[in-house]
């Protein structure tokens, strides 16, 4: 499988004047590069029910656990600290 690839050249530009610095100027230019061969396995179908997990796995990552009580940990002071307020 081949494929056409982009040069793709981002410029950013600053003045300065006496009064201070003037907001950025960016400049994007794109043309064509070479064409280039892939791997066949980029020639495969895509398996949405494995893009699906992946999704679910990593929503489920951000995710911070909690427990099922809430006040658990303030019931009783931690040892050694019985004494000191």
């Known amino acids: 499988m081949k494929v056409n690839v982009l040069d793709i050249t981002n410029t950013i530009s ?28 980029f020639e495969t179908e895509l398996r949405t029910d494995l893009i699906k997990l992946a999704v679910a796995s990593s929503r489920a990552n951000r995710r911070q656990a909690y427990g099922s009580r809430p006040h658990v940990g303030k019931r009783a002071p931690m040892a050694g600290m019985k004494h000191s307020v």
């Open 14 to 41: 600053q003045t300065e004047l006496d009064a201070g610095r003037l907001p950025d100027v960016f400049e994007i230019s794109v043309s064509n590069g070479k064409k280039v061969d892939l791997p066949a396995a």
